[in-house]
Structure formats: C-alpha cells, structure tokens
C-alpha cells in the first residue's frame, strides 16, 4: 500500500529539550513505519533572526545527530539539511511570486519575531527573510508534496499559508500540489521546573528546562529543586509545578508509578520526596540509553558527515523531481 507523506522540520537551535522531545521528535519516531517521512533540519530558517556564522554550521551538525540519537533513522525516513537541498530556495522564489504581500503581513509570528527585535532598540534590523520566511516554510512542506505536516498551534498558521499557496499555485499552473494538513497528535505540554507558570523554554534559562541528553546527576539536581507548593492542601485545584511532575512522569510512559502517587496525592498524604524521585528516575531511564547513542555518534563526526551527505542527496533527487515539473508548469526553460 501506498504510505501517506509526512513532513516536518526543526531550526538548529542548540540543544534539544524534553519539552520538544515529547511536544514533537517523540512522535516523529513513532510514526516513522505508519508513514513515508521527511525531516529537516532548517539552518536557512535560522538565518532570519540574529545569529552567529560559526556556531550555526556546528549546531546543524549537531541536531542532525541529535534527532538520530533520539531515534529517527536515515533507512526508514529521509533526513536533510535545508541548505544542502537548494530547490527549498529556487522554489521559495517560485511561490513568493504567487504569494500576497498581506498575507505574509498579517501572520503573528512575524509580527512577534519583529517586535522582539523592535523592542531591542532603535537599530532593530528585521530583514526581508524574517517576513518571507512562511514561504520557504511553504517549499519545505510542497517540495515533497507532503500530505500532513506533524505540528504544534504555533505553526497553524504557516501550515494554512502553505495550503493557500498549493491552492493559488494549482489554480493558475494546473493541479499539481496535495493541500498538506495538519497532523495533531496528544502531547504533553511541560513547563519550566524553576516557574511552572511559563513553558519550559531554553531561554528563559538553565534551571529551567532538562536537556534531552543531560547526564543523570545534573537530571537529579534540577528536578529535586523543581518548584513545587508547600504541600497539604487537598481539595483545592492541583499546584502548577505538582501537576508539571506528574505530566513528566505520565510523559515517560510510567503509568503505575503515575496511579500509586496520584492516589497518595489524593489522599493528601503525598510527599513531594517521593513525586521527585520517581520523576527523576522515570526520566533517567528514559534518556539514558538516548544520551549513549548521542555520545557514540559524537565520537564519530565523519559518519555523521556520511550520513548527512548521503540523506542529503536522498532529499535532492526527490525536490529535484518536483522542481523539474514546477520549472515546466510555470513557464521556466526545461
Ligand atoms: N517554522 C518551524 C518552527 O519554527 C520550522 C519549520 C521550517 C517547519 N519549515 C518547516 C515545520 C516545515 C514544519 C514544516 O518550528
């Protein structure tokens, strides 16, 4: 039987934590037999905001060995780096030419992207590739004609731009692109150990995240100072940094664990000791065996090399393709 495309793609940006492993690598492991998959590591998108040259060659490297490390496999899906596909650009060019300047004004994230840099001072630059960016969004997605596209609320409305391009590009060229859809999936939403209020997010600082490949005694030191409630009070509605542990332990799939502490949570007799150690365990466990494969690809930058160049070309022959037909459609020389 035919598998249905999936695509999705993530910018290099440093470390990954357990908030995107289970907000989103997680499930692209999980889907990678049920469907034909495409992911990409997106070092062009990083290239729209403030960036330093030398550390963004080193942290595609790295996020490319990273996602192996947790589990996506160059036999099964097709792996890339956005720059090493060039058909991403020649078709963001293509699709910009059938993209209005308000729909690209009116999508938020531009707008946040640009208020943040706004609110960095007077000699904010906001470049012309921070405002384009959905369309080389819109590329990544088309250029393997992908059918649904794995993604978290943040991104609804890029993905709804990619589908109005298909739309407008099959309108005037002829019927070429699948609309992409969204795929949603259950994820757990984390937040920070240090102020349960907020997301856990790197930026907002070390303390407040684990990093999917952290070693076991720093795992153990974050989460026995997580932020929790003075304890005791049954009844009311369950404190945000308590209800965060639980979340971690559900997350790592430690169910029994999970009904045993719920129950003493509430009889009111739950030790907050006790949620912390298992949640440190449960996610030791967990990242353990992720971290040893990560440190054995470390020791290995030429196969790592190999493996991009090899997954990259995969990528290629298949946009080419696409490109090939897109050239003839719209009227470029063949
Ligand atoms: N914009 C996405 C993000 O910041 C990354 C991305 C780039 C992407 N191209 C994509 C996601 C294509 C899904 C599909 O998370």
Known sequence: MHKKRVLSCIQPTGEIHIGNYFGAVRNWVTIQDQYSCVYGVVDLHAMTMPYSSKELRQNTLNMFADLIAAGLDPEKSILFIQS??????????????????????????????????????????????????????????????????????????????????????????????????????????????????????????????????????????????????????????????????????????????????????????????DLKEVTADALVDLTGPLRKRREELRRDPEQIMQLVVRSSEKARDFAEKTLNDVRGLTGLIV
């Open 84 to 273: 090493m596909v060039p058909q991403h650009t020649e078709l963001t060019w293509i699709f910009s030419c059938v993209t209005s300047f308000g729909e690209l004004s009116r999508m938020t994230q531009f707008k946040d992207k640009s208020d943040l840099l706004e609110s960095g001072g007077k000699n904010a630059f906001i470049s012309a590739g921070l405002f384009t960016y959905p369309v080389l969004q819109a590329a990544d997605i088309l250029i393997y004609k992908a059918d649904f596209v794995p993604v978290g609320k943040d991104q609804e409305q890029h993905l709804e731009l990619s589908r109005n391009i298909a739309v407008r590009f099959n309108n005037q060229f002829g019927d070429y692109f699948p609309e992409p859809k969204p795929l949603y999936t259950e994820v757990p939403k984390l937040m920070s150990l240090a102020d349960p209020e907020k997301k856990m997010s790197k930026s907002l600082g070390d303390k407040h995240y684990i990093g999917l490949f952290e070693k076991e005694e720093s795992i153990r030191k974050k989460v026995k100072s997580a932020v929790t409630d003075t304890g005791g009070q049954t009844g009311e509605a369950m404190s945000p940094g308590v209800s965060n542990l639980f979340a971690i332990i559900r997350a790592c799939e430690k169910m029994k664990e999970y009904n045993a502490l719920m129950q003493d949570y509430e009889k009111g007799i739950l030790k907050y000791k």
